[in-house]
């Protein structure tokens, strides 16, 4: 599938999603949060679930915040110090 065909696809489902997003947006039921289940779905109906304990967006930086930080330090103390001695 050709890029600008994948863009298309992409964008008439989030359309899709906008016009009717209880049909497409659910909670977890209590075993799919024990067993850990992803949604059951099908090629043409898609079903995601409510993050609601923002899992995803913990997964981003994956605990690695301080990490990232100290990084930026490194580089701005080394870009610092390279253009101070110049």
């Given amino acids: ?3 600008k065909n994948l ?3 992409m964008t008439k ?6 016009m009717d997003p209880n049909t497409f947006i659910r909670d977890r039921s209590c075993m799919d949060r024990v067993l850990k289940r ?4 099908s090629a043409d109906k898609m079903i995601m679930f409510r993050d609601s304990m923002m899992n995803y967006s913990q997964t981003l ?4 915040d301080f990490d990232f930080m100290m990084l930026h330090v490194c580089i701005l103390t080394f870009i610092e110090a390279v253009c101070h001695d110049s």
Avoid: F
């Avoid at 489902?13 to 906008?18: F, N, T």
């Fill in 38 to 41: 992803n949604p059951l779905g």
């Fill in 61 to 64: 930086l994956m605990g690695m």
């Fill in 7 to 9: 863009n298309k696809v």
């Fill in 1 to 3: 599938m050709h890029k």
């Fill in 13 to 18: 489902c989030i359309d899709v999603v906008r």
